[in-house]
């Protein structure tokens, strides 16, 4: 199975040094090989990342774009998988993009990557790199301090060293032998989790789990250094006379003062970023732990981001990120990760009677049914809906010895014909990173 491990390294200046210009020659070499790839589809040509390679590898030496002041080919200094791995990504990205048309679904070309805006990262081989103790021994930097040992024993795929915020990670692809990754869960419960707003996550046993408060002071101390930052950029248009939109390709006046706030509030950013992600990683881990089979709503995210009302607080419970860990995490602990049709109206059945009820506000905390008189916590009886659907589809598959439950009234095969929801058991993939910047624009962010 194929795991990643992400350890924070502790280069010297020097180090640190190599890494961001290797992450910025692998920007260069992206920015350079998508505008190639452009060109060549307007003149009719059909790109493809090895051709592209060759013609870049033929003037990557001698055309002035690639020399420095002095004449030289300052590609020299950075290793060569930091400027190879771009046209892989490359040609990934748009195969994504093709992908994405043909099965019509939302589709984003690959885009010019920008200094400050993308991630700052670079690839490196699994022949080029080596462990030795606690230190990587990357190519042209020598060993650099790690800040914890790798946690799995197997062969080490591919590498890659990324910067968030001051810190720089090595984030290392294992292939983990199966009798390593696999683990012991300690129940076998069946749970519906209903994920939302004003609560983070609820259970359908009841338990409603809030998401951490550090991450509320933490968004407060934000908006507070984003405001600073902001007049610190408002103080440089001033400067350079710009009023209104900064015209493409300015280059305003920095400061020191802009630049120290520029990094605070990146630090705050990663550091909010990390309380969210221990959030979710334990909570994951929880219901991984304790279920043989947990089911998630298939919420349409994109959809209801595009609500400027809704996107803050999305946003901020990770929706994206807690459905990635929930599916590798169900592949080691042998859970089953049912995903609810995004269709299914877990929230407006009543989960006493099946009686679909109309006209539920969003704003709606509880609810009475009008046929058998149920009271329902809104948040509550949406988890028991889905935590019913899965005993109804693994009775369908007769995967479980539920055939009884289903024969009572207001249990999933009633609810089934009811609300016509769903199931599409979900497809394990490992959370294999490609480096392509992509992901830049992922909610949890
Ligand atoms: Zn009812």
Redesign the pocket.
Known sequence: MLLAHRIRLDPAPVQRDYFARAAGTARRVWNWALAEWQRQMVAGQRPDAMALKKQFNAIKYAHPDWLNADGQPWLRSIHRDAHSQPFANLAKAWGRYFAALREHRPAHRPVFKKKGRCRDIFYVANDKLRLVGKCVVLPKVGPVPLRESLRWPGKIMGASVSREADHWFLALQVEVPEQVALLHRSGDGVTGVDLGLSTAATLSSGEKIDAPRPLKAALRRLRIRNRRQSRKVKAAKVASGISGRIPKGTRLPVSANRTKGARTLARLHARIACVRKDFIHKLTTRLCRENQSVVIEDLNVSGMLANARLARAIADVGFYEFRRQLQYKATRYGTTLVLADRWYPSSKL?S????RHGGLMLGERTWT??????QHDRDVNAAINLQRLATGAFAAQSALPVASLAATP?TAADIGSAGGGKVTPVRHEHGQQDGSGQEQNDAHF
């Open positions: 009543c006493r009677c099946g009686i049914c009008d046929h058998c008189g149920a207001g």
